[in-house]
């Protein structure tokens, strides 16, 4: 066999697919982009792989690993391009998905509307079974009648089935009885039970889980099996690892057995990256700002580590609106994501105001500029007009950039505003940085956090372009671009361990808890998680367990994440406990309560393997390192601080040195991005070659 030199990422967006080949020896990092094909994903996701490895000059036999992230799972769900699938529930449970909590998510909209569920009300089928709450069983499904509904469905075109009975995350026996009279007769047909894709307490959530990841089942084992093949037939002899939404990766098998925990995969990818720069430059305290061709996303690094939540919805009827999609409850790194990208359109609303997103012309027909039919004025569209672009370089000239098609398409936006098409395009790109700012800097002090103390981390195609604006907009003062900014996050798939995490509702108050069955839980998850760790060629000695569990005040209704001791648990664990408890909660909410009670809700799991290490190729420092050397040209470029048009110096980033100072306004072009530096900014470059740029505010 060949001996493995090197790692590669792929990361599949709404616009581009993102590739980097990391030379494991070396820390050499080459990069890629490629358009997305949205109707078949493979064919973008082996054409770029075969050029970035013929360019790098090795055989697909070469390499350790690949590591893929996606937007597939997501996009099935939000665009309704799953499979036609069945619910089976408890008799009288029908119509949960459409009861909901019976809460309107915004008090002032009477007609507030919903996304239809995914499962149509036809193919909801009940079940005769019953457990109680506490567990007990009262009365188990019968065989005949299960086989009977099954065949009736299947008959009807059913491609997956998801079942989600009464109190299961308490006793999964019914569902598991079912799950065996269904495959004995039908051992072909993909199934998910929500006592094991989310056995926690809250009804309609854990039916919403379950229905996502039977509606996405096949699509995407149909996916992942087919690059497995494609990569297998072009030499590759190892695994195929996936994104997950928690940040870590799992085997491909992992992957087609529980797709919903995917649906955050790419932009996880993003968000550890920036986890990973905050390790590398000692910042301990980042925003990620994520911008891609699609959307942005940020997130908060804190003491090097992304932010974590229990749950996401998709498939917004309002993108902004809490509690307007479906909930899924999936671990997933806690991001706030914009409909802006650098192919957001931009239109008047029906006050004559400026929008911008979150429609998007994607990668077809894509912004004017593309010239490939696309006619409506975007975010790249305004960039190339305000001289930020260069149109004969993008995608390191690659892909030539139409500058007249840009400025008809910001013409006819600029007519409708009574503006110059200058004016228009500036207005584009204020509003859209104003957008990623104003949601940054929400989601920043809704974890109490001041958005002046952090640095940002730009990345994404467009990020590098807006990064600057949005930290002034905040009161940052630091920003880094890392190398190859427009392929970061494809870059975090690298820097993520192979992961799964476990979650069990017991709920009850803490200092009442039955810590003998709690231990029991903990017990049953750390098996199932080192077995999926050793199935994945994991070691038991290099495999790590992380213990927390969700816990509120009596009588809220939002739990926080508070950490677990790794001992056995009894009565005198409960005092460290609930100190960690209260200063979490003081940390977020500025305040204690020591006299209401804590309750606990679920106790969750995390087995982790080894993080994987990433040498990054390094320079030693030249303090007489000339910034001239690197100089490509100048062209005009916009910056209504310097009263408009400037000539800006343009320099190449590949041929920029530790140790270089950059004094602003300058435009630095690579293959994958372009970074704006205003006037009276400043950059250098460190010994990894990322971009350190101060900022005025």
């Known amino acids: 066999m060949t001996e493995p030199t090197h790692s590669l990422s792929i990361d599949i967006g709404g616009t581009f697919t ?21 109707e078949n994903p493979t064919r973008a996701f082996m ?33 309704r391009k799953g499979a036609k699938i069945a619910l089976l529930t408890t008799e009288g449970f029908r119509d949960v998905l459409e009861l909901r909590r019976e809460q309107i998510y915004d008090m002032h909209d009477l007609h507030a509307r919903y ?46 089935v998801a079942i989600s009975l009464l109190h299961a995350y308490k006793n999964p026996e019914n569902e598991q009885a079912l799950k065996d009279q269904i495959s004995s007769s039908h051992p072909d047909l993909p199934l998910s039970l929500s006592s094991e894709v989310a056995p926690v307490i809250n009804e309609y959530e854990r039916t919403s889980t379950t229905v996502a990841d039977t509606y996405i089942k096949p699509s995407v084992s149909r996916y992942i099996q087919g690059v497995e093949q494609e990569l297998g037939q072009s030499g590759y002899e190892g695994r195929l690892l996936v994104m997950h939404s928690a940040g870590g990766v799992m085997d491909a098998s992992a992957a087609m057995e529980r797709p919903v925990r995917m649906l955050e995969s790419g932009p996880a990818a993003g968000a550890l990256a920036a986890g990973f720069y905050s390790d590398l430059l000692g910042e301990p305290d980042l925003i990620s700002l994520d911008m891609g061709g699609t959307t942005a996303k940020t997130c908060v690094i804190e003491d090097g580590k992304p932010a974590q939540s229990n749950s996401i919805e998709v498939a917004r009827v309002h993108r902004f609106k809490v509690g307007s999609g479906l909930p899924i409850l999936i671990p997933v790194l806690d991001l706030i994501e914009i409909g802006s990208g650098g192919g957001s359109i931009a239109s008047l609303d029906n006050l004559g105001l400026l929008r911008v997103g979150p429609q998007s012309a994607g990668a077809s027909p894509g912004p004017a500029c593309y010239g490939q039919g696309g006619t409506q004025p975007t975010v790249t569209d305004a960039n190339l007009m305000l001289g930020y672009l260069n149109p004969d370089y993008f995608l390191g000239g690659r892909m030539t950039l139409d500058i007249d098609a840009a400025t008809s398409a910001m013409t006819a936006l600029g007519s409708d505003m009574g503006m110059e098409p200058i004016e228009a395009a500036w207005g584009i790109y204020n509003v859209v940085t104003e957008s990623m700012a104003a949601a940054a800097r929400i989601h920043i002090i809704g974890r109490n956090k001041d ?15 807006h990064a600057c604006e949005v930290a002034r907009i905040l009161g940052a003062t630091r920003v880094v671009v890392p190398l190859g900014a427009g392929v970061t996050s494809a870059l975090g798939c690298l820097a993520a361990p192979l992961s799964f995490e476990s979650v069990r509702s017991l709920p ?12 029991n839980l903990f017990s049953e998850m750390e098996s199932w998680g080192r077995d999926m760790l050793s199935n994945s060629g994991i070691p038991a000695d290099q495999v790590t367990l992380t213990r927390t569990a969700d816990m509120r005040l009596v009588g809220q209704i939002h739990e926080i994440n508070v ?3 790794d001992d056995a648990l009894a009565k005198s664990s409960v005092d460290g406990i609930e100190s960690d408890f209260h200063q979490i909660y003081q940390q977020l909410y500025s305040r ?5 009670p804590i309750e606990v809700q679920n106790w969750r799991l995390l087995v982790s393997g080894p993080q994987p290490v990433l040498n990054l190729q390094e320079q030693s420092a030249d303090e007489n390192a000339d910034v001239e050397s690197a100089l490509s040209g100048s062209r005009p470029a916009y910056f209504p601080n310097a009263d408009g048009f400037v000539d800006c110096p343009v320099y190449d980033r590949y041929k920029l040195t530790a140790g270089t100072q950059i004094p602003g306004p300058a435009i630095i072009e690579e293959e994958e991005s372009t970074t704006i530096i205003r006037p009276g900014d400043s950059a250098s470059v460190d010994r990894w070659l990322n971009l350190l740029i101060q900022v005025e505010v």
């Open 18 to 38: 993102d590739f980097t080949l990391l030379n494991i020896e070396s820390g050499e990092l080459s990069i890629h982009k490629v358009l997305t094909d949205s």
């Open 47 to 79: 054409r770029g792989t075969t050029e970035i490895l013929q360019a790098a000059g090795i055989e697909p036999a070469a390499l350790q690993v690949v590591v893929h992230s996606t937007t597939l799972a997501t996009n099935a769900i939000i665009e």
């Open 115 to 160: 996304p239809d569920p995914i499962v149509p009300r036809s193919l909801r089928v009940e079940v005769s079974e019953r457990i109680d709450r506490d567990g007990r069983v009262f009365q188990s499904p019968d065989a005949n009648q299960s086989t009977t509904t099954v065949d009736d469905l299947l008959k009807q075109g059913v491609e997956a």
């Open 451 to 465: 958005p002046r103390n952090y640095a940002i981390v730009a990345f994404g195609g467009a990020g590098p372009a």
């Open 508 to 519: 009850g108050l803490l200092d009442t808890s039955d810590w003998e069955s709690v231990n």
């Open 563 to 565: 950490p677990i001791p």
């Open 592 to 596: 204690r309560n020591l006299s209401i």
